[in-house]
């Protein structure tokens, strides 16, 4: 069940419009076959201790790869696909994703039906011990990754996940196309990051490959603490993945979703598709932090005793404001360049977990 205030606009962004001619109506009884994967990894097993995993708002890290599209879905989605092709950003500077493509939900009326199904919400929520919705930055729904134009960058290289909680759906076939691979890693993402800025890399024998039986077939996981990468392609071919972003309803933890602003390159000012969703960002960021400032002060109102101290009452203020306080100090400083946000986003994990 979906929260009864509405958290998404009603309108598209400006700029924005549906452009699939004739696509149908998505149903859930036609395009969906939800079927339960066959292992889920806990936080713990990947080396969280429970003081960490207290401070995510579920103690699951991922899935194997289980059926979430039927075949009439995945023919569909595939269809549509090929349709949106003309809005990927290729970007061959550095980018952590070379080849992706956001706002599909403002571009694709079936693909936005696909990611706010409340049957897949649900699904997902039971497994994860959470009540989730939908993403409430639209831009982080339907999230689309797909083949850079070169054989030597990696589909999407070693990270964890601006997002809280996320699905990652092949749309592609996975069996007819060499490499490519989503893989997990077997730790915290707190030693990826150390493996990875050493030069040692991710270990093999730490390498968790989900096994994808075709297209349709999506892995759930809680992004934000999960370090994962789609691996180099070892073919040219093509390759897409859908990616449906999720926050929960728990809002006692701290929030884990971050604002990456990035100052545009000369590349990206020419991109249409980039500016247009870089001038959404910094309302569709007010509109997410005011959705939990808001489950925040109710919570406050509900639940803080009316013997409180000042102290007591300094706290649980500070846990509505700082998000929105610390929002307001990125509004201030403006994009940044990537190496200026990834110490950012260094000290936002680091406050997460502490």
């Given at each position: 069940m979906l929260p009864e205030d509405n958290i998404y606009p009603a309108s598209l962004p400006e700029g924005y419009e549906f452009v699939i001619e004739d696509e149908p109506e998505f149903d859930p009884a036609i395009h969906q076959q939800l079927e339960r994967p066959d292992r889920i990894w806990m936080l713990s097993d990947l080396g969280y201790d429970e003081k960490v995993i207290s401070r995510f708002a579920s103690p699951v890290a991922a899935t194997s790869a289980a059926r979430l599209l039927s075949d009439e879905g995945i023919a569909v989605m595939a269809d549509i696909t090929r349709k949106l092709h003309p809005f990927i950003r290729h970007n061959t500077h550095g980018a952590r994703v070379p080849a992706t493509l956001r706002g599909t939900t403002h571009r694709s009326r079936f693909v936005r039906d696909l990611c706010l199904s409340?049957?897949?919400?649900?699904?997902?929520?039971?497994?994860?011990?959470?009540?989730?919705?939908?993403?409430?930055?639209?831009?982080?729904?339907?999230?689309?990754?797909?083949?850079?134009?070169?054989?030597?960058?990696?589909?999407?290289?070693?990270?964890?996940?601006?997002?809280?909680?996320?699905?990652?759906?092949?749309?592609?076939?996975?069996?007819?196309?060499?490499?490519?691979?989503?893989?997990?890693?077997?730790?915290?993402?707190?030693e990826g990051w150390k493996l990875m800025r050493s030069g040692a890399g991710i270990p093999e024998d730490r390498i968790i490959t989900p096994d994808f039986a075709g297209p349709g077939y999506a892995c759930y996981m809680q992004g934000s603490a999960v370090f994962h990468r789609a691996s180099r392609l070892e073919e040219l071919g093509e390759r897409a993945s859908l990616v449906q972003s999720y926050v929960s309803t728990n809002v006692k933890v701290p929030d884990p979703n971050w604002f990456d602003w990035i100052r545009p390159t000369e590349g990206s000012i020419n991109d249409v598709n980039y500016m247009l969703e870089q001038a959404c960002a910094p309302a569709e960021w007010a509109r997410h932090r005011a959705w939990v400032a808001k489950r925040r002060l109710q919570e406050l109102m509900d639940e803080l005793p009316l013997n409180a101290t000042a102290q007591e009452v300094l706290h649980a203020m500070e846990h509505v404001t700082n998000d929105l306080n610390d929002l307001n100090d990125l509004l201030r400083r403006g994009p940044v360049s990537h190496e200026e946000s990834q110490v950012n986003r260094d000290l936002v994990d680091a406050r997460h977990i502490s």
């Open positions: 409340p049957e897949i919400t649900e699904f997902f929520s039971e497994m994860f011990h959470t009540q989730l919705v939908p993403h409430t930055i639209t831009h982080q729904q339907g999230h689309m990754n797909f083949q850079p134009k070169e054989l030597r960058k990696e589909v999407d290289t070693w990270h964890h996940d601006a997002t809280a909680f996320d699905w990652v759906l092949m749309v592609h076939d996975p069996n007819k196309i060499r490499g490519g691979r989503f893989q997990i890693f077997d730790g915290t993402r707190e």
